[in-house]
């Protein structure tokens, strides 16, 4: 059985007793924990609508840096769902609602049935495998574009959002079994911005393996930025992890500042199409990149067209639809693939 979720330290009774009203006859029945990250609990939940109507729905609860920056850190969110409410994309998670619980900011989202490309990432890992290529460059692709419809979607005025995500990470990503990808996170980096000095290094440095150099230095960065991390997700699902396995902690951020991109004793052979690609979005440089992420999905279609690959969609529906059991764990969702819990993977 699915164990009872905590919210902020406190047990919450089981579904469906724990429930946040939302005003307007709107309420939130939350149910099991479906991942817990420096700055957020996630949970499966039931929304209720007046007349009965009902969707099931994930529910991310910020946890706020601290009390001085209680204030900052909603603006943040506040901002970041104002944003994604105004997109519409098939590779975006959906924002269904911006919601406030015992003081802390809350984003209603869409409940993406699958799994986070890093608990696929860690499957491969554990069979010593490499992602079949088809499967790669349809989940590179997807990614891309979901970024890209991001960038371009545009506000009630018809002016464009110019929007960018700059904390990528494959836990971001979902995979869903009817053979979608979805990223979601977008905008949410800025609460990083509100911590200490010394916790703020601490996280810089847990999230070095997919920054971009500039993003490494501090600079805000721009949709060159979402390249590069684009380049280091593409490479890891193909050829492998772009920092060794003992790399942490300052020595990481130092590397990823320098670009560097560790490289595999037996990298596997590419298709020097599929290599261009890596390669460009994997400049040290901004301008010698893609200058968005649409000109690299662009790229890696034109690439897959040439190669004749398979449909990548019909892979991943494939793979998730081999379930080994239909009980919910500390997963987005219920997982297809027996692979070890994440921190937060919406």
């Known amino acids: 059985m699915a164990s009872q979720p905590r919210l902020f330290g406190r047990l919450v009774a089981s579904w469906p007793q724990a429930e946040i009203a939302l005003g307007a006859g709107r309420r939130l029945s939350l149910g099991a924990t479906l991942g817990s990250g420096t700055f957020s609990n996630v949970y499966a939940a039931t929304l209720t609508l007046p007349f009965g109507l009902t969707r099931a729905v994930a529910v991310k609860v910020f946890r706020l840096p601290g009390s001085d920056d209680h204030e900052p850190a909603t603006a943040v969110v506040r901002r970041a769902a104002q944003t994604v409410a105004l997109v519409n994309h098939p590779n975006v998670v959906e924002l269904h609602e911006l919601g406030i619980f015992d003081g802390h900011p809350l984003l209603v989202c869409e409940l993406v049935d699958g799994l986070s490309l890093r608990r696929l990432n860690d499957w491969f890992a554990e069979l010593h495998r490499r992602m079949p290529l088809d499967l790669a460059l349809f989940v590179g692709v997807e ?63 847990a999230r070095a393996t997919y920054l971009s150099p500039e993003i490494a230095y501090g600079d805000h960065g721009d949709a060159r930025s979402d390249v590069f991390t684009l380049g280091v997700i593409l490479r890891e699902m193909l050829v492998g992890p772009r920092m060794p396995a003992k790399i942490a902690g300052t020595e990481a951020v130092r590397l990823a500042r320098e670009g560097y991109i560790h ?31 649409g000109a690299m999905a662009f790229e890696l279609r034109r690439s897959a067209l040439a190669l004749g690959v398979g449909d990548g969609r019909m892979a991943l529906r494939s793979m998730l639809a081999k379930e080994r059991d239909e009980e919910i764990t500390n997963e987005v969702c219920i997982p297809a693939i027996p692979v070890h819990p994440a921190d937060d993977d919406y």
């Open 143 to 205: 990614i891309a574009e979901g970024i890209n419809g991001v960038r371009l979607a545009k506000n009630l005025k018809g002016m464009q959002l110019g929007a960018t995500h700059l904390d990528l990470s494959p836990k971001d990503v979902l995979l869903s079994r009817n053979g979608e990808v979805k990223v979601g996170g977008f905008g949410l980096g800025g609460i990083r911005q509100l911590e200490s000095s010394v916790q703020s290094n601490a996280t810089l440095a």
């Open 263 to 293: 490289p595999v004793t037996f990298e596997p052979q590419l298709p020097p199409s599929v290599k261009a690609v890596i390669d460009r979005a994997l400049e040290p440089e901004p301008e010698n990149r893609f200058p968005h992420a």
